[in-house]
């Protein structure tokens, strides 16, 4: 069994694994290599998931943690938060809408999508590495 105490580690290297995905993926079908950008975002889709789960079952299990610092890097701590919070939960249908699009070969919608919901999730996960490390190693609790 994992200790609960190792849960938001395991997330912040799960995010950061997906948005390396993420930025391979785009390099990938940027050189038409279709192969490997779909291997790289359905690598990323699988993190992602694994992330949301292990998230989910930590908060489940352990509540809240309170940011402790405060003036400025408070509120940009916040502000971080709120916007990975909001795009965390828009992304996911677009990611599963972008797939499903991929999946089914239809690519012409597939891209109308991909150029939204790429960078969103790339913000998302790279935000959840900063909100990891502003919250457990910025100001870590006593």
């Known amino acids: 069994m994992i200790p609960l105490s190792y849960f938001p580690a395991i997330d912040a290297t799960l995010n950061a694994t997906s948005a ?8 990938c079908i940027r050189r038409k290599k279709v192969l490997a950008h ?8 699988a993190t992602s ?7 989910l079952w930590y908060h489940a299990h352990h509540g809240v943690t ?13 502000a971080l938060l709120g916007s990975h919070t909001v795009l965390a939960a828009v992304i996911v249908p677009l990611v599963a809408i972008t797939l ?17 919901a790429l960078p969103l999730w790339f913000y998302v996960s790279v ?3 900063l909100v990891y490390w502003m919250l457990y190693h910025l100001y870590p609790s006593a």
Do not use: D, P, Q
């Open 127 to 129: 935000t959840g590495v």
């Open 66 to 78: 309170r940011f402790r610092g405060s003036g400025a890097v408070r509120s940009l701590y916040f």
């Open 100 to 116: 499903l699009r991929a999946l089914r070969r239809n690519f012409r919608r597939h891209r109308e999508i991909a150029r939204w």
């Open 20 to 27: 390396m995905l993420l930025a391979a993926g785009f390099v």
């Open 49 to 55: 998931t694994v992330f949301l789960i292990c998230y």
């Open 38 to 45: 779909k291997t790289c975002m359905l690598s990323a889709a």
